[in-house]
């Protein structure tokens, strides 16, 4: 759709900032950005001057995430937060949770001569990915107050804590306590992103309102055979777990299909002795089951448990699960999500598409707290996680004018 004058020229600058922000990087060539490595340092200084050109007062706290704030000027004011993600996984696009910090900057620019009733926070959380210390969402847990200090002797592969991170960045470990906002003063949370998947360019839609995070299960097993000479052991002598894991995967990619859940994945396998003359005596796999309820991804993993086991035993092997995650499913809040399909339907000038996420995001720490919306984006062949990433500046412009549109839309209703 065509982009107003002044539309265009703020989707311009959101790209721009997205593009200069991708040359803050610890793998030249790559966009690679850890938590509170020291790419960081000058990313925040970057993100800092355009808050406050926004309007906005910025503070970091002691969790590293980068806040700006603009007080309404009413009393007892509650808070409305945007924001994302700064870090990113390694090799990473240009827009996966930059892209939402970067729009709830510019929205706030251009409200910053017009009257809220709520005090606006754009919050660039330190850290959400989970790369550098193997725990996600460590920005939006200390920003909700749902940090756990144990999380502070968690160590990189270098031997570095998380403490130590945050003492390089220098802040203070002792007083991440204080990055908490307190629930009874926030009135919502929204959080801008990409799709990372390709249904809205299936749909031709620029954006969609997001009505729930599937909740994910995550399991670790082994199957266990014997490992045996592959030259002297006859065929039908052999317990090879390779052979025994690899029907168990084909069993998850069936189960997938057929909708027990909404996807079920194999991503790791890890093989021993995994030498070419040895039959296979052990297997480590990692089975991701995702779905919208909670009670069906339960009977997912019910059914895959029953077809593992039997494959293991008509093939005389052992499976046992190591290890054993849920997230349970997550709901936006029902009259955020309906204020944001509306703002939608005047940036589209057409009905708001509705749709969920499958991949985990902030929104699922902030929903412990407070009432949450989310804002997916359209991105090419719903490639993400890839430095093939990419939005078009017509797709940007819808999502700044929906924001816009909402936080208006959302004063009105607060007044």
């Known amino acids: 759709m065509a982009l107003a004058t002044d539309q265009r020229s703020s989707a311009t600058r959101v790209m721009e900032r997205c593009a200069r ?23 925040h200084r970057e993100v800092s001057d355009w808050m406050r050109e926004a309007g906005l007062e910025v503070r970091v706290d002691n969790a590293g995430n980068i806040v700006g704030r603009r007080l309404s000027g009413t009393r007892d004011a509650k808070v409305f937060t945007i924001g994302s993600h700064l870090d990113t996984v390694p090799n990473a696009g240009r827009y996966d949770g930059i892209l939402g910090v970067i729009v709830g900057i510019e929205a706030a620019g251009i409200l910053r ?96 309102a997001v009505e729930h995070i599937s909740g994910q299960t995550r399991l670790h097993a082994v199957v266990t055979g014997e490992t045996r000479h592959a030259g002297t052991t006859p065929m039908n002598a052999r317990h090879d777990a390779l052979a025994g894991a690899s029907e168990i995967v084909l069993a998850v990619e069936r189960l997938g299909i057929e909708g027990a859940a909404d996807v079920m994945t194999v991503g790791r396998l890890v093989v021993s002795p995994n030498v070419p003359n040895c039959v296979p005596g052990s297997v480590a796999l990692t089975v991701d089951i995702r779905h919208a309820e909670d009670a069906r991804r339960a009977k997912a993993e019910a059914q895959l448990m029953q077809k593992a086991e039997r494959i293991a035993t008509d093939r005389g092997l052992m499976f046992h699960l190591t290890d054993r995650r849920e997230t349970p499913c997550v709901l936006c809040n029902g009259d955020l999500t309906d204020c944001l399909a509306e703002s939608i339907a005047v940036a589209t000038e057409q009905p708001a598409f509705r749709h969920f996420s499958g991949a985990g995001h902030d929104t699922m720490v902030m929903a412990q707290v407070t009432r949450t919306a989310m804002l997916f984006v359209r991105c090419r062949d719903g490639i993400s996680h890839n430095p093939e990433e990419s939005v078009t500046i017509e797709d940007v412009g819808v999502a700044v004018e929906a924001t816009v549109d909402f936080l208006r839309r959302l004063g009105r209703r607060a007044s």
Not at 21 to 43: D, N, V
């Open 113 to 208: 001569h017009e009257s809220l009733p709520f005090d606006l926070e754009v919050v660039g959380f330190s850290e959400e990915e989970g790369v550098r210390f193997n725990m996600p969402f460590i920005g939006s847990r200390a920003y909700a107050g749902t940090f756990d200090s144990s999380l502070l002797s968690l160590s990189d592969a270098h031997g570095e804590t998380v403490a130590d991170a945050i003492r390089f960045f220098g802040l203070n470990p002792d007083m991440i306590g204080e990055a908490a906002v307190s629930s009874e003063d926030l009135l919502g949370f929204l959080e801008v992103h990409i799709e990372q998947g390709p249904v809205l360019q299936q749909r031709g839609m620029p954006v969609a």
């Open 21 to 43: 922000l991708a040359e803050f990087t610890e793998e030249p060539g790559h966009i690679t950005r850890t938590y509170l490595s020291s790419s960081m340092l000058g990313l």
